[in-house]
T-cell receptor
Framework: GNSVTQMEGPVTLSEEAFLTINCTYTATGYPSLFWYVQYPGEGLQLLLKATKADDKGSNKGFEATYRKETTSFHLEKGSVQVSDSAVYFCALSDRVNYGGATNKLIFGTGTLLAVQP | DTGVSQDPRHKITKRGQNVTFRCDPISEHNRLYWYRQTLGQGPEFLTYFQNEAQLEKSRLLSDRFSAERPKGSFSTLEIQRTEQGDSAMYLC????????????????FGPGTRLTVL
């Protein structure tokens, strides 16, 4: 079945450091890929997404490129801030076809990022 | 704020009691999802509604769990005879209708209901 594997945390970085959180997936077909973020005490928020191979999703300085050949969707940011401290989840959903696939999200286990001043 | 809302935010109950949670999706969203998240894990899919029809249920959803969306708007998730293993965060998410043949995959999540079974 479909699955997502992401690097375990916690990841502890100093402010302005470069961030990479690895995510690989197993899926049949052509899934859409997502990064969601969960700040302390808050709900899940979509950070970025990519819907087909070689697409790059970006938002708030974060980027991730949909790599079909390596089945990966690694999250990167050039310079992290203390306010980026949160749990980051990689997720996939099946590509929609006519007839109404569920498009349920399959999540990784999450990676805690702690940024120190 | 017109986001997804869930009620209650926290629920503490004794083993064997029944509990019910409510989710109000974003108003124009016809697709609604329930997920469960335990500590240190990512959310796991429980069930999916399109309008009032429940179209998919996970094997995680035992017979003690039932979900409804009677008028295609809000949804309820009931757990009967709660067990300590039911302790988790229960998340609701909604998505807008598909336009033509394209997918709008993004799901908008509510803040969750944290259930503690003693």
């Amino acid at each position: 079945g479909n699955s997502v594997t992401q690097m375990e945390g916690p990841v502890t970085l100093s402010e302005e450091a470069f961030l990479t959180i690895n995510c690989t997936y197993t899926a049949t077909g052509y899934p859409s890929l997502f990064w969601y973020v969960q700040y302390p005490g808050e709900g899940l928020q979509l950070l970025l997404k990519a819907t087909k191979a070689d697409d790059k999703g970006s938002n708030k300085g974060f980027e991730a490129t949909y790599r079909k050949e390596t089945t990966s969707f690694h999250l990167e940011k050039g310079s992290v801030q203390v306010s980026d401290s949160a749990v980051y989840f990689c997720a996939l959903s099946d590509r929609v076809n006519y007839g109404g696939a569920t498009n349920k999200l399959i999540f990784g286990t999450g990676t805690l990022l702690a940024v120190q001043p | 704020d017109t986001g997804v809302s869930q009620d209650p935010r926290h629920k503490i109950t004794k083993r064997g009691q029944n509990v019910t949670f409510r989710c109000d999706p974003i108003s124009e969203h016809n697709r609604l999802y329930w997920y469960r998240q335990t500590l240190g894990q990512g959310p796991e899919f429980l069930t999916y509604f399109q309008n009032e029809a429940q179209l998919e249920k996970s094997r995680l959803l035992s017979d003690r769990f039932s979900a409804e969306r009677p008028k295609g708007s809000f949804s309820t998730l009931e757990i009967q005879r709660t067990e300590q293993g039911d302790s988790a965060m229960y998340l609701c998410a909604s998505s807008p209708p598909r336009v033509g043949g394209s997918a709008t995959d993004e799901q908008f999540f509510g803040p969750g209901t944290r259930l503690t079974v003693l």
